[in-house]
């Protein structure tokens, strides 16, 4: 019995650890499809010159969750046509905000963006989205950082921990 | 009417909606100046509407609602629109924009600031180039040319002509024929993203805001159609391209600028075109009667085959 006990302590504290973990590289899987999203953003706005909506609905398709409902979400709301883009845009984001991994640095960069989205000729649009994929390669670099150094940390931890725990019991 | 309410901003379309239906179907134009009284035309008449009793002024705000809407909130989209000063919304409407100008190399390269809204009304007569047709079509289409000065109904009437050869006529027995139509200034056809919005008939195939003389050679070499129908006609390598077309036994209806068969004569770009004899039919229209007004059809020798006003 007490054995029993032992192991399932032991296999709970592990899940723990690989679940904290797992929000580590969730934040870097993210923001590489944030990306990737906002370069074929660019790519549909500088080569297509399609309009946001139909834009978006392309993106949508080739991006996995939470990003894509951030897209939908926005589409939807163009659709729909009332206030400007960037009202659309802000909106979109607080709704979606939460299912993401995301920090304050990514919503600040994806904020400045949303400032200009739509209301720039092409040249402008492309700096505007070139100066955010800089800023998220930086965080990106920084979450891998995070990653590798945290990731293998969290998961001994928990495993370690929930051998500290049963031995306390004992 | 109804697709340009769509995108009016807010405050205007609820002034347009206090018009009954009968009056809405008269407009012409909605102009649209910021910080000046909004503007409607009827019947060649300006009317500066009220909203809640008073004279409504333009605001910055609806003239970025206006550019929003138009623009699906892409102003990157409307690049080539904002260096012709013109976009065609759905339902073949015209919108004209003016403001502040911004130019490369001496050549506009967009309008920025706009300022200034136009937006005209489309309405697609149809029938009105029924009474030539028996003057046109003898066995087969002509070659034609119509003819009139600006706001004669040329375009107009060279639409309607359109749509009669593409769907053609059952009781005069005349069958459909496939028509390619090149049109540079968005006119005739009024696309939206390729797709015309007039009824022009389902054998119809439309170069829109292509270069004409281009346009045309594309068209021959790729779409093969029966007939050309190409609008304003004037420069040289239009009339080389039409020599071109004419030769490959390909109809060719044409519209240019002009009050009489003598004015061709004086240009140097259209006289050999008209002393070649290729046209046919040359149709003078005139604005006596109001525009569609049809003066006169003449032969290629210039000779009068019928003389009677016709709305």
Redesign the interface.
Known sequence: MKLLGAVLIILASTWAGVEWSRTVSERSRQLRQLKAALQSLEAE?VYG?????V?CSHICRQVGHPISWFFDSFRKK?DA?QG??YE?WMESMEEVWKYTAFKQEEKEVMKQLGATI?????E??QKQIKLALIHLEREEREARDNQMKYERMFKSLGVLGGILLVILLI | MEEALRVLPENVREILCQYTEMERSTIEEIRMRINRPLEIMINGKPNFPLLNGQTYFISKDDSSQMINKLSHYSLYALEEELKKGFVTIEGGHRVGLAGKVITLNGHVKAIRDIASFNVRIAKQKLGIAVPLVSYLYAGGWTNTIILGPPQSGKTTMLRDLTRIMAEGDNVRRIPSAKVGIVDERSEIAGCVLGVPQHRLGDRVDVLDACPKAEGMMMMIRSMSPEILVVDEIGRKEDSEAIVEAINAGIKLVVTVHGTSMDDLHRRPSMQGLINSGSFERIVELSRKDGPGTIHAIKDKTGKEIRRKKVI
């Open positions: 706005i010159m399609t309009p946001l909506s834009a163009l046509g400007t883009a659309a739509g209301q720039h000729d092409r402008h649009e």
